[in-house]
């Protein structure tokens, strides 16, 4: 009968560990950070396929898509904060406030951004960029030419961005009037990113704001499969670990 007992209790432990475990990681997930991973290359240079980042939801402030698939009916945002321009940030896609998009903020409300032969223009004034370097990158599985410019942003930010040419299906734009309470995303590879930009995405609501992306806590190049332990530390960005997202 002890034995049972302590059997019983011993099981009973060890389920209520692993429930207070997933209450803590929930309530971490839903108010601190949460992990996510690029899928794309539309942020190059500054994020690459593979990499996995945690993004703080407190940034921002609170709104349903804070939440596990949006299910607490939250109205607008509490605890809310501005986001900077400059800042790369997670978003539901407005057109069906479940996709997760990753772009840099270039726009805030009542700006007017424009791309003018590859150029971006904010308030009517080219934004500052310094041609870098050229070099062949792949992309979609071909290669192709890139421009590597510094971009910077009036508020003073840095980054790097990819251009291909100045011809390309957004690089000339008409005047975005950016709403109250919306913002403006780009992509830093430029010609091979969907952002407000294009129809599909727009403005962002900041409602659909999640939060903004901090470090990298992981990379991984996809060249080793999940069983090939012998090859995961040739697949692993170790230089990219921990690395601040600016």
Not at 94 to 110: A, E, M, N, Q, V
């Amino acid at each position: 009968m002890t034995k049972k007992k302590t059997e019983s209790g011993g099981i009973g432990e060890t389920l209520r560990t692993v429930l207070y475990a997933v209450l803590i990681a929930l309530v971490l997930r839903t108010f601190a950070y949460e992990p996510f991973s690029i899928p794309s290359g539309s942020m190059l240079p500054t994020l690459m396929v593979g990499d996995y980042l945690f993004v703080s939801k407190f940034s921002y402030g609170y709104s349903r898509h804070s939440f596990p698939m949006s299910l607490v009916p939250i109205e607008g945002r509490i605890f809310a904060s501005e986001p900077e321009r400059g800042d790369v940030a997670v978003f539901k896609l407005p057109s069906d406030d479940r996709t997760d998009y990753i772009k840099r903020i270039i726009g805030l409300p009542g700006d007017k951004i424009q791309v003018r032969d590859g150029l971006l223009y904010i308030n009517g004034e080219p934004v500052e960029r310094e041609q870098l370097g050229e070099g062949m990158v792949r992309s979609g599985g071909f290669p192709v030419r890139i421009t590597e410019y510094r971009e910077t942003l009036p508020n003073g930010v840095e980054h790097l961005i990819w251009e291909r040419g100045s011809d390309e299906v957004f690089d000339n734009t008409p005047v975005f009037t950016v709403p109250e309470g919306h913002f403006f995303a780009m992509g830093d590879n430029r010609d091979s990113s969907q952002d407000s930009r294009s129809r599909n995405v727009g403005f962002i609501p900041k409602e659909n704001l999640v939060g903004r992306a901090e470090f990298i806590f992981f990379s991984n190049n996809g060249s080793a499969r999940f069983w090939e332990i012998w090859n995961w530390p040739s697949a692993i960005r170790f230089d990219r670990i921990f690395q601040p997202i600016d």
